[in-house]
């Protein structure tokens, strides 16, 4: 049998060849380990910035929406109808202990008056409103819990409900959140 002689490969053919391979030279182990490394979290003032702008950016997401009552941003403590019920009933009424703090103002700037007769009765009636105030939430509680149960049912009623009534009640309108969202004298169905 006869060898055939092989054909010669035109140079730019083998030129081709030579290309078609990497080019540069393996890269040692430990030189692909460093190529690996990176921070687990990112360390450039940039990303920093940017993550505190998103952070940011989404606080007041939810102070906006936890301002307006929008479920999805409120605390576990204010989630759900029995709460928002309770809400509007407080928010809709005057209560005593929206005052308290005014009349804590008050009994002070009294207290600078030199005269002892002024000093003793503005702390006298203090004490006689705080009393009003602790019977007016007392009162109330107990009309949420029934109004509540009268609405959701007394086996379904959550439990604290006329204990948060009657800490709502004790703010004052404007400091509330979740912002009032009925008018005064709008009470609830």
Known sequence: MAKTPAAPVPADEHAEANAAGKGRATPTRAEQEAARKRPLV???????????ADLAAARDKARLGMAAGDERYLPARDKGPQRKFVRDFVDAGWHLGEFVMPMMVIVIVATFIPIRFFQYW??????IFILFV????????????????????????????????????????????????????????
């Not at 990112?42 to 505190?52: G, L, N, P, W």
Request: net charge positive; proline share 4%; aromatic share 8%.
């Open 122 to 127: 503005s702390f006298v009636g203090l004490w």
């Open 42 to 52: 990112a360390d450039t003032k940039e990303a920093k910035a940017r993550a505190r």
């Open 134 to 189: 602790i019977g007016d939430m007392i009162i109330l509680s107990l009309r949420i819990k029934k109004k509540v149960g009268d609405k959701f049912g007394v086996d379904k009623r959550e439990k604290g409900i006329g204990w948060y009534a009657a800490m709502r009640s004790m703010q004052m309108r404007f400091m509330r959140l979740p912002k009032p969202q009925v008018k005064r004298g709008q009470r609830p169905a």
